[in-house]
């Protein structure tokens, strides 16, 4: 993503911070806020971090008018711009620049320990975001120098694909159900599981129903009268037992 350097964002803002004039260090293990007179400050203002691309900007505003007192540039955190001391965590070194070339040393308090952790988390996060975005650059940039892979096929390329375990289905279709064993020409078809029962004879009504046709001599035998005829037939052609009364 191009940088807009025109553009300016704010990072933090804390109401009241001191400003301290510094002795010059004595020793290479850093600066000490005791060796400060902590209970005369040179300057108390508001204190504004800003940023402008990938650089920060430390201002040090007039609490009413907003006049700029001082500012110091920030291009790399933690770094010689920002140092803090060996004692306190309430109070940095940070180096100040004029626009000129020129460049000093002072000494910033916060009265409130939450306000000096907002202001190296502010740093912190600026130059976090920094680094990510110089590693995006850095990746789109190799992979744009880098050969693209080209997975078109070429004109007349053809490719054949092997798919196993499918069974082949018959030609013929799904196979034709198996007719009942109980299935009858015209009737219906008896559901699988259950009895087979036989037909009802079928009876003979018409000798019921036909009262008014007379029955042919020669049928007088299969009538349904006939097997009583014929018992009486028999038993009189029987020899009488004694102790029996016959009946003519």
């Given at each position: ?12 803002v ?92 002072i ?16 740093l ?46 018959d ?9 009942g064993?109980?299935?009858?020409a015209?009737g ?18 018409a ?21 009583f005829?014929s ?15 016959q009946?003519?």
């Amino acid at each position: 993503m191009a940088e807009d350097n025109s553009y300016e964002s704010i990072l933090c803002v804390k109401p009241e911070v001191h400003v301290y004039r510094i002795p010059p260090r004595a020793s290479n293990r850093g600066y000490r806020a005791a060796d400060w007179k902590l209970d005369e400050p040179a300057w108390t203002g508001r204190l504004k971090i800003t940023c402008k691309g990938k650089v920060a900007f430390i201002k040090l505003e007039d609490k009413n008018t907003g006049e700029l007192f001082a500012q110091a540039p920030v291009e790399q955190y933690p770094g010689c711009v920002v140092e803090a001391v060996t004692d306190s965590s309430r109070y940095f070194v940070i180096r100040i620049e004029d626009g000129n070339g020129r460049h000093a040393f002072i000494g910033l308090g916060f009265a409130d320990r939450g306000d000096s952790f907002d202001f190296n988390v502010a740093l912190q996060d600026h130059f976090k975001w920094v680094k990510q975005e110089g590693e995006l650059a850095k990746l789109e940039a190799s992979q744009s120098s880098a050969p693209k892979l080209d997975l078109s096929f070429k004109e007349g390329q053809t490719i054949k694909i092997s798919i196993g375990n499918i069974k082949k289905k018959d030609a013929s279709g799904a196979k034709s159900r198996p007719m009942g064993g109980g299935a009858k020409a015209g009737g219906l078809i008896v559901p699988p599981g259950s009895n087979q029962l036989a037909p009802p004879a079928q009876t003979n009504t018409a000798s019921f129903l036909d009262f008014g046709s007379p029955v042919p001599a020669d049928q007088a035998t299969s009538d349904m009268w006939g097997d009583f005829t014929s018992a009486g037939s028999n038993s009189s052609s029987d020899a009488v037992k004694p102790g029996w009364v016959q009946f003519s």
